[in-house]
């Protein structure tokens, strides 16, 4: 406190609040923007620290950024021939991620409406929070799933060799993100004001004409924003598909073929590779492109989102 | 001389005692710490033989604690090479860069011991007729370039089954026996895409036996009822020779190789204690239990 605070309240006689209330809220105000800024610092952060890691390989000669992300030869540890080509990865990861969202959105679309249109409050209550656990389980334990209960369940009814594959993947992926589509377009069906439905109901709309004419358009910006943020945690989605997909570096032909994406790859050779070798900043770049393809899509999403701010 | 209690604070310090131990006391030779661990990782195929040494090495010397994780013979090199690790467990030879790298890293040449043999099985599901294969089969099934996908094209109906592709069984790269099979069986050339490739040896066969189609390789110590161990030929025309004790020791079977333990320096202490251990009839026991095959008579440790 400096000597001349009381002179100064002696000149401006006004109520004033103890200094140290002020000093207080300043000093929370500044935490707070710290703690928002903060957020931006790490992801910047974390995208420099893995290109630093990954950088030094692009300028190597052996490397060709082409073949790394056109070629589907994946040959990081090979005698003769080391070869870095990660488009099969990519293709596993975009192919698990198309089933994922072929099978979840309809569910997760259609229960979001069911919850905010159509059910009594009390099955509301439940549903959520079943929905809610459901986005609860670790994904070791939906690669458990994967692994036993549905790989069995793939050979039995689909005859394939092997049941770890892209439909386990894929639907293991799309029970991962149904939680997440589910409770997003909730919402945004919720932001859709009761006038709307007062004056689709006054015009003599059916509960499913109100839903399919009015509610649909009117929420599709936050519908779309739940769908991309499904996306992203597919594309992210490291340990249930790992242990699901099968584990084989190759361009699928159908959906009960195996393959590896980007993030099993990551996980399974990252332990392995010696720190600085070219294998472990090879990795470290597809962790850079994998950050950039989720980066994107939530990036999308937030876009989105706005949109239906602004509205 | 190092003197630590036996309480939580030596588990915590045990790793650096070790370390220590090892450097600063390895002129003394008398100092003997209470409680020591020795860290010890590495290939999926030794894993099991090597748990089982810990587990038995606690009853000869209780103040000693070893404790195993896998991860594959590559995983296990790198942490020794970093110093991370006390012991690697290794199912291939450790290469001339990881030696350099380690001497560049801690500034000791690590040292190897051959505690044990492995025969690399070929594995297919117990109900396929196949008996045997040469290695240039093997190398057209496995290898880059390599042509044969189906059953029928090696001569093998398999009951029972419409669609005859053969569903390759393979392991993750940083795996001993991935680059084993690679050196020994492919001759060097890299493994053609589209294998399923298993993090490891258990579930490799694990996946041969409920699967008509496959093929598979590991070690042989991983035979389960629901598979069926292939006998392997040279080439054509030479005989095929089934893995097991015998035909490890005399050489004849083609993917055999020798299992290895890798330290930083020469082992002092508890270290060395542990290792000659590991080497003596007790610790050979255990890998011929485990379904391996321990040292023949005689055969002195590789320098």
Aim: charged share 20%; proline share 5%; glycine share 10%.
């Amino acid at each position: 406190m400096s000597p001349d605070a009381p002179k100064d309240s002696a000149r401006f006689p006004r109520p004033q609040r103890p200094r140290f209330a002020v000093a207080l809220e300043h000093a929370l105000e500044a935490l707070i923007r710290l703690s928002g800024v903060s957020a931006i610092l790490f992801v910047a952060a974390i995208f420099f620290f893995v290109l630093r890691e990954a950088a030094p390989v692009l300028v190597r000669d052996e490397f060709s950024l082409a073949q790394f992300l056109f070629s589907s030869d994946w040959y990081p540890t090979s005698a003769n021939n080391v070869r870095y080509g990660t488009l099969a990865l990519t293709v596993g990861t975009f192919s698990v991620t198309a089933l994922a969202m072929a099978l979840a959105v309809p569910f997760g679309v259609g229960a979001a409406i069911y919850l905010s249109e159509f059910c009594v409050p009390r099955v509301r209550e439940t549903l959520k929070v079943t929905i809610e656990l459901l986005s609860a389980i670790p994904s070791v334990v939906w690669g458990f799933v994967g692994l036993t209960v549905m790989s069995k369940l793939i050979v039995d009814t689909t005859g394939a060799p092997v049941g770890v594959n892209i439909l386990n993947g894929g639907i293991i992926l799309a029970l991962m993100s149904v939680p997440v589509i589910v409770s997003i377009g909730e919402d945004a069906l919720k932001a859709v004001p009761d006038s709307y439905r007062e004056a689709g109901i006054a015009l003599g709309a059916t509960r499913w004409q109100l839903v399919y004419r009015v509610l649909l358009p009117a929420a599709r910006n936050g519908l779309l924003a739940a769908v991309l943020l499904g996306v992203g945690r597919a594309v992210g989605e490291t340990m249930a598909v790992l242990m699901a997909t099968g584990h084989a570096v190759h361009i699928p032909s159908s959906l009960l073929d195996s393959v590896r994406t980007l993030t099993a790859n990551i996980a399974a050779e990252l332990g392995e590779a010696p720190a600085g070798s070219d294998h472990y900043r090879v990795l470290f770049l597809t962790g850079t492109l994998l950050f950039l393809i989720t980066f994107a899509v939530n990036l999308t999403a937030d876009f989105v989102v706005r949109g239906i701010r602004r509205k | 001389m190092i003197r630590v209690p036996r309480s939580r604070m030596a588990t915590l310090l045990s790793g650096l005692v070790a370390a220590g131990f090892l450097s600063a006391c390895g002129g003394g030779g008398a100092a003997k710490p209470t409680a020591t661990v020795i860290q010890n990782k590495g290939s999926d195929t030794m894993v099991n033989v090597a748990q089982r040494w810990a587990e038995e090495y606690r009853k000869v010397a209780p103040d000693v604690e070893v404790e195993v994780s896998g991860g594959g013979s590559g995983v296990g090199i790198a942490a020794l090479l970093k110093g991370a690790i006390d012991v690697a467990n290794a199912s291939r030879e450790l290469k001339p860069s990881e030696a350099e790298q380690a001497v560049r890293n801690t500034g000791k040449q690590p040292k190897g011991f051959t505690v044990g043999f492995d025969a690399l099985a070929v594995y297919v599901h117990k109900d396929n007729p196949l008996s045997e294969i040469t290695l240039g089969e093997l190398g057209e099934l496995y290898a880059e370039g390599g042509k044969t996908t189906r059953w029928s094209e090696l001569g093998v109906k398999i009951p029972g089954v419409s669609d005859d592709t053969i569903v390759r069984v393979s392991r993750q790269s940083s795996s001993g026996t991935y680059e084993f099979f690679r050196e020994h069986a492919l001759g060097n050339r890299d493994f053609r895409l589209g294998s399923r490739d298993l993090n490891g040896s258990k579930e490799a066969v694990e996946l041969v036996g409920s699967t008509l189609t496959a093929i598979g390789y590991s070690g042989m110590g991983y035979a389960t009822p629901a598979v069926k161990m292939l006998k392997v030929a040279k080439a054509k025309g030479e005989p095929a020779i089934s893995p097991g004790v015998a035909s490890v020791h005399d050489k004849s079977y083609p993917l055999a190789r020798s299992l290895h333990l890798y330290t930083l320096g020469e082992p002092q202490g508890a270290l060395k204690a542990y290792i000659d251990w590991v080497l003596s009839d007790a610790g050979q026991k255990i890998v011929e239990d485990s379904g391996y095959v321990p040292l023949s008579r005689g055969a002195a440790p590789k320098p």
